[in-house]
């Protein structure tokens, strides 16, 4: 199951974040936690353990930006993916300072085209995660044969 740390300071767009992420297909069920601050996602992670597979972050919030939070994601996360869901195209080349980056904005004004940008990373996402699993499952089983040949 794959989990998804949101974190925006603004109640209503994360709320939004969440009720998009949850109609897109093959994430009805994903496990989503939200946060209204940068520090309480770090202390998840540093203190329950929480390792989400993708964070999205707003750039613009109070005490620690997302740029700050995705950078320091990287250290604690480093398999984390990391998309900003913003208002402000002004950070979009500050972002990147961050490693695994997408970046959607909040004020597209066509709402379908800002989900279908989100979708898009989600589901290369999911296909990525998948073949993964499905590699690390057929290395397991060419060892298991291996074993019984040696």
């Known amino acids: 199951m794959l989990s998804i740390a949101v974190c925006d300071d603004d109640e209503l767009h994360c709320k939004r974040t969440v009720a998009l992420i949850r109609n897109t297909p093959g994430f009805e069920n994903s496990l989503i936690r939200e946060f209204s601050r940068a520090e309480n996602l770090l202390d998840s992670i540093s203190e329950d353990h929480y390792l989400p597979d993708v964070a999205v972050l707003d750039i613009q919030m109070d005490e620690m930006d997302g740029i700050e939070l995705a950078m320091r994601l990287n250290r604690s996360v480093p398999e984390c993916q990391i998309i900003f869901l913003t208002g402000y195209i002004s950070y979009a080349t500050r972002a990147y300072d961050a490693e695994h980056v997408f970046y959607v ?39 298991e044969i291996c074993l019984l040949y040696t």
């Open 105 to 143: 904005l909040k004020t597209e004004t066509d709402k379908k085209r800002r989900a279908y940008i989100l979708n898009h990373f989600l589901e290369g996402f999911r296909t990525t995660v998948f073949r993964q699993t499905l590699f690390a499952e057929f290395e397991r089983k060419a060892h």
